[in-house]
């Protein structure tokens, strides 16, 4: 038995057409048009990465199976129990 594909329908927005080659070949990059719609400022601004930084030493995740009363008593002491845990570890070489 052949099912029939089905296909979407693509609209065309008269605000926004699709680009054409030559649209593409005209293009500039954000950090040069913004600063001249917006001005300076605002383009460092909307240009600034967004996010924590990039850390120079990530950490990897992993999984670990401990006892549930291991676990207990790490979360006892309050927020930070993972900093902690990863800092007696780190003595332990």
């Not at 038995?1 to 954000?30: C, G, I, L, Q, S």
């Not at 850390?55 to 995740?61: E, F, G, I």
Request: charged fraction near 40%; aromatic fraction near 6%.
């Amino acid at each position: 038995m052949k099912t029939k594909r089905k296909t979407k329908r693509v609209r065309t927005d008269p605000d926004n057409p699709a680009w054409t080659a030559e649209d593409f070949r005209r293009a500039r990059p954000a950090r040069e048009v913004l600063p001249e719609i917006y001005g300076k400022a605002m383009a460092r601004r909307l240009l600034r990465p967004k996010g924590r930084p990039k850390s120079k030493a990530p950490r990897t995740a992993i999984s670990l199976r401990l006892p549930p009363d291991v676990l207990a008593r790490w979360k006892a002491k309050g927020p930070g129990w993972q900093t902690r845990m990863v800092e007696v570890l780190s003595r332990s070489k």
